[in-house]
Every structure is written in structure tokens, then in C-alpha cells.
């Protein structure tokens, strides 16, 4: 899943992990999905670019 290769380490937990966190179900695997992609999206928008130039030169 294309998912598990782009995500931080640490950002989606594993299989076991989601079923006692979420549950079974495909819907609960949805959420820790969901939770994994807003995740990814906050660290590279927190993160600096560094191919920028610095700012007020």
C-alpha cells in the first residue's frame, strides 16, 4: 500500500496495533489510515523546505 511506504516511521501503526486501537473491522482500518495520512500531512507542513531560499535577503 503506498501509504505504509510514504508515512514516517512510527505514523501507522501495524496490523495489531490497529485492532486493539481501533478494531477489526475495515472501517477501523479506515480511521487508522486517515489518522496516518492528517499525520504525514502535519510533519511535512511543519517541516522546513531546504531548496528555499532564506527569507528577507
Not at 496490523?15 to 489518522?35: D, F, R, S, T
Amino acid at each position: 500500500m503506498a501509504i505504509e511506504l510514504t508515512c514516517p516511521a512510527g505514523v501507522l501503526p501495524s496490523e495489531e496495533a490497529v485492532n486493539q486501537l481501533y478494531g477489526p473491522l475495515p472501517v477501523h482500518e479506515g480511521e487508522a489510515l486517515a489518522k496516518a495520512i492528517i499525520e504525514t500531512v502535519e510533519r511535512l507542513t511543519r517541516c522546513p523546505h531546504r531548496d528555499e531560499a532564506p527569507s528577507g535577503t
